[in-house]
């Protein structure tokens, strides 16, 4: 369920502060996602223009098409705490090579710059990979980049 596009992204470390405490953050998110259909469960977490964090996890629903995934409801959070922009966003579940459904990639963008940093990691931590918006969602379509 994950891994099927080309891979672009960037070898990173799990060694930047920022990066750790997204990780941390998305994990617990991630106890708390309710995927009882695809037993898929993600965590998403990021970071606002005011450093502050918000989380997300993917809540499915019995009528499939209404689930909702994880970087939705974190961004949707910092919206409602009055966030303007993400500037980076770290996702974690699967076994290797998660990346943003389409739609996420859209969302990410509407709230972000450009350069807005995405990150993903398998469970078990391993498999870190990084990627800009802009390179997920080449010439999206947004108000203003
Ligand atoms: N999912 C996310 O929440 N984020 C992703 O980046 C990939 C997919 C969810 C949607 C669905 O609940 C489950 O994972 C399987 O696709």
């Not at 966030?83 to 709230?111: D, F, H, M, W, Y």
């Not at 078990?124 to 980049?145: H, M, N």
Request: charged share 20%.
């Amino acid at each position: 369920m994950a891994g099927l596009g080309q891979r672009i992204s960037r070898v990173s470390t799990l060694t930047d502060p920022l990066i750790i405490r997204l990780k941390q953050a998305a994990e617990a998110a991630r106890e708390n996602a309710h995927a009882p259909y695809s037993n898929f469960r993600v965590g998403a977490a990021l970071q606002d223009e005011q450093g502050r964090i918000f989380t997300g996890c993917n809540v499915e629903n019995a009528s499939y098409p209404l689930g909702t995934c994880a970087e939705a409801i974190a961004l949707g959070a910092m919206v409602v705490a009055g966030g303007k922009v993400c500037t980076a966003i770290l996702v974690i579940g699967g076994e290797g090579g998660l990346s943003p459904c389409g739609g996420c990639r859209q969302n990410i963008a509407e709230l972000s710059r450009p350069d807005c940093m995405i990150y993903s990691v398998a469970t078990d931590g391993t498999d870190l990979q990084s990627w800009r918006i802009e390179e997920l969602l080449p010439a999206a379509f947004v108000l203003k980049r």
